[in-house]
């Protein structure tokens, strides 16, 4: 299953890793059942509308989304369109977005990792999850996503919870069958 996170990393089409930053772009409200088919630049896998969403607000070439509950696939569209122009894509939910310029910041390279706290995790707040992975493949995925700040690390069954929390905004709770690791990336200058 390392194919599929290398799968998302390709699909998003995320330039440089990126550190978590307040939410930097607004979102109109949501349309059911309609789209913009055709026009895809990229899909997430496995996500929920607010990583959906996300992975939106870092690729600059994405300004809207269609996101599907049932399967958890989001498609990343290069377009808007008024209401009359929108496709019928029925179960499918509808968002666009609107960025400041230079948002989300850019990190600089390297990211590192704080030592593992064994038995913890972030309750309730994962925004992807990846199975039959390795902690490495999962870290790099993390690592690629500005608004992943920490990960849940199952070993036993090679589970990966991407964390928009971490200690600092989010609280650690006990959970033995997994331990916890705290992202630390160094934020580049806006140009």
């Known amino acids: 299953m390392a194919n599929a996170s290398l799968f998302l990393i390709l699909c998003i089409n995320v330039v440089g890793l990126m550190a978590m930053t307040a939410p ?12 913009v088919e055709g026009f895809d630049i990229g899909m997430v896998i496995y996500a929920n509308q607010r990583s959906c969403q996300l992975a939106c607000e870092e690729n600059a070439a994405c300004v ?14 290069k377009v808007k369109f008024s209401d009359d122009k929108l496709t019928e894509m029925k179960n499918f939910v509808y968002l666009e977005k609107d960025c400041p310029p230079c948002e989300p910041p850019r990190p600089q390279r ?14 309730s707040n994962n925004v992807m999850e ?3 992975t390795t902690l490495e493949s999962c870290q790099q995925v993390c690592e690629q996503l500005y608004y992943c700040k920490s990960i849940d690390w199952k070993p036993l069954v090679s ?5 928009a929390e971490d200690d600092t905004d989010g609280q650690l709770g006990k959970f033995n069958s997994f331990d916890w690791y705290k992202k630390d990336c160094s934020e580049a200058e806006c140009n």
Not at 110 to 123: D, F, L, N
Not at 159 to 163: D, E, H, T, V
């Open 24 to 35: 930097a772009c607004t979102w109109t409200t949501p349309k059911n059942d309609v789209g």
């Open 64 to 77: 809207s989304v269609e996101y599907h509950p049932g399967s958890k696939n989001c498609f990343l569209n």
């Open 110 to 123: 390297p990211c590192t990792w704080a030592p593992a706290v064994k038995g913890r995790a972030i309750a």
């Open 130 to 132: 990846l199975e039959e």
């Open 159 to 163: 589970q990966c919870s991407l964390n």
